[in-house]
């Protein structure tokens, strides 16, 4: 058997954090229906903080430098602080699938991101690709009437933003410090700012929710805020983030499938003819250049 490539090696890893992170939404609105948004979208993070310390302690992880603790909070505010809560709230109202097709536009502001953050630089091509998956989940939304869940769109908007500046600072980080150092040390050093909104919110924390509420903000900070990020750190590292974050053009059918196979969404037949345009846009787009300085 053949060893893989770098390249062959990061989509792997990649799809397999896909596959985690899809499930994100499903979790996350199963979590808040009966647990508060702060509690799942910030406590998560704690617990996942808790098991973080301990492969820093096992695993005698370097500590950070100066520098890169500073890229480190950045990372921080994206994927612990904002994504986390803003989706939290938005799942409030909005249902699972609508949310997934909504972040359907990660990619491209993954992409946009690695330009400003990692200085790589996508051919003409790339984002000629980038655009059609992501104007076609747009369309999706659209189509599936996203446009009457105004407020939650806007959160999840802003929940890509901080999300795509998460994954690039934390992807660049990655090649010098490692992936699942990245993620460790950017909750470590994040348990002191969340301590104060997750204990203000325990009063009104439901400890006798029922199993699966607590199954599923279990899975939002087991798998989504840490052991997704292992695999997806090491692949932005190793691939790029921008081909990397191509991937995340998946993410939006991962998680319609758990929408409806965990919260009983239903998905309508729609759903395959932009898979299909979505998978084109993906397939052609990981054979364009990317430049990495």
Known sequence: MLPLSDTAKGYLLGLTAVIIFGLTLPA??????????????????????????LFLQFGNAPRPSRAQIGKLALAS??????????????MKTAPAAHGG?????????TALAGVVFAG?????????????????VIIFSLLDGGAEIF???????????????????SGDLSRTLG????????LVISVPT?????????????????????????????????????FWNKAMAIAGIARIGQLQLFQIFITLI?????????IKPVTIAFALIVFTAVWFGRKMQVRRS
Do not use: H, K
């Not at 758990?258 to 919260?263: F, P, R, Y």
């Open 120 to 136: 790589e630089r996508p051919s003409i091509g790339f984002w000629i690709c980038g655009l059609i998956g992501s104007a076609a």
């Open 151 to 169: 407020s939650a769109d806007i959160l999840l908007v802003l929940a890509v933003i901080s999300a795509a500046v998460g994954y690039a600072v």
């Open 77 to 90: 505010a994206g994927i612990i602080f904002g994504f986390p809560l803003l989706s939290a709230i938005a």
């Open 101 to 109: 097709v909504v972040l359907g536009i990660l990619p491209l502001a």
């Open 179 to 186: 992936g699942w150092q990245v993620i460790s040390w950017a």
């Open 28 to 53: 996350t609105r199963m979590a808040v229906a009966e647990l508060p948004a702060t509690f799942v979208g910030l406590g998560r993070a704690l617990v996942a903080a808790a098991i973080a310390a």
């Open 194 to 230: 969340l301590l104060i909104p997750v204990i203000w919110v325990l009063p009104d924390v439901n400890w006798m929710a029922s199993a699966q509420a607590w199954a599923s903000f279990a899975y939002v900070a087991v798998f989504s805020q840490f052991l997704g990020f292992f």
């Open 258 to 266: 758990g929408s409806w196979a965990l919260v009983g969404e239903t």
